[in-house]
């Protein structure tokens, strides 16, 4: 599944480690969702779009 | 900061894991010297179930642990276990029958060992597959 997420935390300047602080996760876990490697849960995909001010659907994309 | 963070981690592990393992380690000295020092006999049973008690706490907090761990490391996890219980207990089922044809002579601790293996390799299988060092 892609998603924005690389997109939008370098448009807040932070790195994967900042990120994974926010979100109270590992750097891997971010790095592995980042490269598609990793679906998250539901509840870290809300926290994820929370952060961002986004939606889940603006987030993630399913069908690529 | 990361240091800290790492230090952390492992003075979790050490109170988490710790006086589990040294009740592990103590429970089985025990058995050991209790053993060599009984005639065989129906007691044999009880001093071998010991360590018992020290392995159940050693599982509680083994998923203590996971429990507490991110939800990609659990899933690294999960999936390692789940790769190497397979895989150890197929191999493990081969030896035992090639050891009833009286083809290859096996003993208990080789199924550690290969318990031990298949759980590594499994672990650098699932680590690579989420790229979980990157």
Redesign the interface.
Known sequence: MNNRIRELRGNQGWSQ?ELADRL???R??V??IE?G??D??LP?AFAIARLFGETIETLFNPDA | M?TVLAMNRWKRTLIDMGPVTLFYIASVFIAGAVSKRMDPGSLCILVAMIPLPSIVWMAFAEMRRLRRR????Q?VEVEAMTIAFSISLCVIVMLRFLDLFGALKTTIPVAGLIMSICWAGAQFWVRL??????
């Open positions: 480690a109270d996760v590992s891997q876990t790095n592995a490269t490697k990793y998250p849960s870290l | 990361r991110d939800e990609l490391r899933r597959r989420y790229r979980y060092w990157a």
